[in-house]
Every structure is written in structure tokens, then in C-alpha cells.
């Protein structure tokens, strides 16, 4: 799993195994969380995404189950 930095004002970076389907996401405030069961094309929107939190916000979060690591 390969980890990529971000520019965001909540998440320092995050990392996706696709033969797992979880993607990690590690933010400023030292926290990590894994999402699972996450489609391939879902990390892809949120790579693309302007804001990275405004999107784990509105298309990840609530949907997919989570655990903090």
C-alpha cells in the first residue's frame, strides 16, 4: 500500500490496497481510519476531488463501514 500526501486542511495523507478494497486515511490531527469494501473507482473520485475532506465527507463517510486504527 502506497501512501500519497495531500493538500488538505484535514487529511496528511492516504493510501488505498485494492485487493483489499480499504482505503487508509491518515489526518493532521495524528488519527488514522480505515474504509471498507470501498470500490477502486471511489478512491479515484476522492484523488481527483478538489477537497479531499468535503468528499470523505459527503461520499464515504456513513456508507461504508470504518474502523479507527
Do not use: C, H
Request: hydrophobic share 40%; proline share 1%; glycine share 4%.
Amino acid at each position: 500500500m502506497n501512501w500519497i500526501a495531500v493538500d488538505s486542511s484535514t487529511i496528511s495523507r492516504m493510501a488505498y490496497d485494492e485487493a483489499r478494497k480499504v482505503l487508509s486515511v491518515e489526518f493532521k490531527n495524528g488519527s488514522r481510519y480505515e474504509y471498507y469494501d470501498l470500490p477502486a473507482n471511489v478512491f479515484q473520485q476522492m484523488r481527483a476531488a478538489a477537497s479531499k475532506g468535503q468528499f470523505l465527507s459527503a461520499n464515504i463517510k456513513g456508507r461504508y463501514r470504518y474502523a479507527r486504527v
